[in-house]
């Protein structure tokens, strides 16, 4: 069955470094998302992607974020000088057509935990 | 802007015993998804159970089933013959498409954590 692969499963970075978190969503989809969960809370939208662009955003995806898909294939997701509060579980999603013609639910990726220290 | 509510932060279930996780959520939008995602020790998200706002009928899969009451907005979880590997945090959540029909970011609760006791 087609999935959502994420990399690395665990991200440890100095305070203030770049990081780049990557995503290959599912090959026929046409929507990409990233979502945040800080530790024992809940889940966060960050933003939606389509068509090679930012179609949705949310107040938590500031200027520090960035995301781009390089090669057709891969979906990041970038922080350009990292805080302590940005350690989180990063969750990549996406979703497309169903078989009936219906656009699908996301389908979640297994998460890259990021930890800034 | 969408609101979603789960009042149990916690929850027990003796294995085999039947078990309802409440969801209540507030839009003044007409149509919309539900869901129900189950989030293992492992920390992956996992797709529970979707229901179309459109449809008065209940989805069910398995030995889940929801009971949607949408003019009170609430979406309810039923996990029947619960097993031990039903033991996880589950988060309700709400999906709302753009005009486009097909990008809809999703607003979850703060979730469950369910225990399946032997």
């Known amino acids: 069955e087609p999935e959502v692969t994420q990399t690395p499963s665990h991200q440890v970075t100095q305070m203030g470094q770049e990081v780049i978190l990557r995503c290959v969503p599912i090959?026929?989809?046409?929507?990409f998302y990233w979502y945040r969960q800080i530790l024992g809370q809940k889940v966060e939208f960050l933003v939606s992607?389509?068509?090679?662009?930012?179609?949705?955003k949310s107040e938590i995806f500031d200027d520090q974020f960035s995301v781009e898909r390089p090669d057709g294939s891969n979906f990041t997701l970038k922080i350009r000088s990292t805080k302590l509060e940005d350690s989180a579980m990063y969750f990549c999603a996406s979703n497309g057509f169903g078989r009936r013609g219906h656009y699908t639910e996301a389908f979640f990726g297994q998460g890259t935990r990021l930890t800034v220290v | 802007a969408q609101t979603v509510t789960q009042s149990q932060p916690e929850m027990s279930v003796q294995e085999a015993e039947t078990v309802t996780l409440s969801c209540t959520y507030d839009t003044s939008e007409n149509n919309y998804y539900l869901f129900w995602y189950k989030q293992p020790p492992s920390r992956q998200m996992i797709l529970v159970i979707r229901?179309?706002?459109?449809?008065?009928q209940n989805a069910t899969e398995n030995r889940f089933s929801v009971n949607f009451q949408k003019a009170a907005k609430s979406f309810s979880l039923k996990i029947s013959d619960s097993q031990l590997g039903d033991t996880a945090m589950y988060f309700c959540?709400?999906?709302?498409?753009?005009?486009?029909?097909?990008?809809?970011?999703?607003?979850f609760g703060k979730g469950t954590l369910l225990t399946v006791n032997p």
């Open positions: 992607f389509y068509n090679n662009e930012i179609s949705e």
């Open positions: 229901q179309e706002a459109y449809k008065q």
């Open positions: 090959s026929n989809h046409l929507y």
């Open positions: 959540a709400f999906g709302l498409q753009d005009s486009g029909g097909s990008n809809y970011k999703l607003t």
